[in-house]
């Protein structure tokens, strides 16, 4: 398997636009999670799915952020409009079931300028 | 909910010298048990896991890491640090009914000549 497979890897684009970045999980599994990885805050949950639902978005910063799956082999995370504290590195993840490692994507570093 | 703690945010070790990264964790019950690790610039590589059994167990590498439910610690260890082994280690944790994976702040190592 290729893993969970993230593009773009590297964004920049300039505050007030919309940013889209995407996920691929491992096939087969049911559980897919948006991560934020910051200096200041570390590794934070934003939200996760599964079996393609939305489950917990009670990590999503504000309404600028939206996520979706509309299958089980795709997500999406967006940022509209961005601004230059949502520069991070964000990563995917997706295991099989509750308490299976969880596999991470290699991550998208965001530069919001 | 559970947490997890990693006192030391950075620590400096000579290569070939023995290692022991420290990974301290707040749950109810036995909580599932992860030790991450991530180079620069790349993605969380899973070491190694706990979920039940045999309180030591072992990971890639070299590294091993004991569960002490006394203690609710989980720390790393490797016997003879090798160069590449300079990178960023996170310990997390999932509470065994939910899909939260709390990561701990992580803790840098520097390997020296």
């Known amino acids: 398997d290729a893993g969970v497979i993230q593009s773009p890897r590297h964004e920049v684009t300039e505050m007030g636009q919309e940013v889209t970045l995407r996920c691929k999980p491992i096939?087969?599994?049911?559980?897919l999670f948006w991560y934020r990885q910051t200096m200041m805050r570390g590794l934070e949950l934003l939200i996760y799915?599964?079996?393609?639902?939305?489950?917990?978005d009670s990590g999503m910063p504000e309404d600028r952020f939206s996520a979706k799956m509309p299958n089980a082999s795709f997500s999406t995370l967006k940022i509209q409009p961005s601004e230059p504290r949502d520069s991070a590195v964000y990563f995917c993840?997706?295991?099989?079931?509750?308490?299976?490692?969880?596999?991470f994507g290699p991550g998208t570093r965001l530069t919001v300028l | 909910a559970q947490s997890v703690t990693q006192p030391d945010i950075h620590i400096t070790v000579s290569e070939g010298a023995s290692l022991e990264l420290r990974c301290n964790y707040s749950?109810?019950?036995?909580?599932?048990l992860f030790w991450y690790v991530q180079s620069p610039g790349q993605g969380l590589q899973l070491l190694l896991k706990?979920?039940?059994?045999?309180?030591l167990v072992q990971g890639i590498k070299g590294f091993e890491a004991e569960f002490k439910r006394s203690q609710s610690s989980f720390n790393l260890r490797k016997p003879s640090v090798h160069w590449s082994d300079a990178a960023e280690y996170f310990c997390?944790?999932?509470?065994?009914?939910?899909?939260?994976?709390?990561f701990g702040a992580g803790t840098r190592l520097t390997v020296k000549p």
């Open positions: 993840a997706s295991r099989f079931s509750v308490g299976d490692t969880q596999y």
């Open positions: 096939s087969g599994h049911d559980y």
């Open positions: 799915f599964n079996n393609n639902v939305p489950i917990d």
């Open positions: 749950y109810g019950a036995t909580p599932y």
């Open positions: 706990y979920f039940s059994g045999d309180t």
């Open positions: 997390a944790v999932v509470a065994y009914n939910n899909n939260d994976m709390r």
